[in-house]
Each structure stands twice: as structure tokens, then as C-alpha cells.
């Protein structure tokens, strides 16, 4: 769960945002680059981010603030889910990531699982869309929502890509250990069920 300075800080930031983009006096320019300044100092007080790298994540947004997206596939195998090892953190994860601009949600997850796994998929059904902040994540400097979409394989075979060095299926009951700002076990839980239940309702926050 997201715990409160990083809730004030991604608010500050957030507002600091919007104000830069809108404002037109000097002034009022210059007290919104001062809240983004606190915002960074807040993150860098309570991580291991450098204070540059956080002041560059923050610099490359700009206009009016609002969650990011973070896509994950969940395609399923003789019981068990397809994972991918993660370079950057040595964890696995669902394949995925963020939405990139000028393709839709099911275009970003075959792209995405293509990248990672090796798999040709197609997309069958939206399986949830959470709120990072209402699940137990690690704390980001960004707020992000987190759409899960469930493929079938038609094609391909496991390879890796240039974020992964593995690509696995698990059960359930034997979860490799996984990288937690994507995925967490109660979310890959979650995504068992509707494979136990085809009927199951889409779930959101």
C-alpha cells in the first residue's frame, strides 16, 4: 500500500504539474517549480533514488497529471501461468508493461507478450483493472492503474526478450519469486480464479 509521504508527494507533484502547465505569471511559475522541488526532496528522503533521477522522471511530464497505465498479460497453460524473468529487478513477472502511445490495450498486450515471451497471442477477455495504491506494491513516484487481459497462445515459441533472460509457466501453489512493482501474489491469485471460474466477473477498483 502506498504509505502517506509518498501519497503527499505524488500530490504535490501532481498539482506542481498541472500549475506549470496553466499558469501564465512569473511568479506563480516559480512557487510551482518550488512545490516540485519538495515533491522530489520528499521521494528522495524516504528511497535509494538518486535525487537526479527522480528530478528526471518528474521533468518528462508535463500538462495535467493523471495515472499511468501498466498492461499485463495473463495466458494460461495446462494449469499453470506464462511468467518472465526479469532483467532489471532478477524477479518474474507477468509479461507486460506500460501502455505506449497510439496503440490500444489489446495491441499493447500481444505486442508486449510477443517482446517478452516469444509468444504470438491474441486477446480474450479484460480480467481486472487496479489501483496500484489499493494493493501491496512497493512505493513508485508515479500513480498507476494496472489492466490485467487475458490471451491465448496461436503461435510462437518461449524466447527471450530484451527486458527478460526467462520464460517459464507455474501453478499456482509454486510461484517463482516475483518482482512486486508489477505483480503481486494476491493479483496472480486473482487471475487463477478466473481460470477456475470462466464465468467470473470483471474486477476493478
Known sequence: MSTKWLHWAQRIQSLSQAGL????????LERFEELREISVEIINEHTNLEMQKIKDLFANDSGYQTPKL????AVFKDGKILMVHENIDDHWSLPGGFCD???????N???????????DA???KLLAVLDMNKHPHPPQPYHYYK???QCDIIGGNAENGVETKGVDFYRET???????????????????EFLNDPNKETVFD
Open 21 to 28: 502547465a496553466f499558469s501564465k505569471n512569473v511568479y506563480d
Open 70 to 73: 501498466d498492461i499485463r498479460g
Open 101 to 107: 502511445i497510439g496503440l490500444s490495450p489489446a495491441e
Open 109 to 119: 498486450i500481444v505486442k508486449e507478450i510477443k517482446e517478452e515471451s516469444g509468444f
Open 122 to 124: 491474441v486477446p480474450v
Open 147 to 149: 489492466i490485467f487481459i
Open 174 to 192: 509454486y510461484l517463482p519469486k516475483l518482482s512486486e512493482s508489477r505483480n503481486t501474489k494476491s493479483q496472480i491469485e486473482m487471475l487463477f
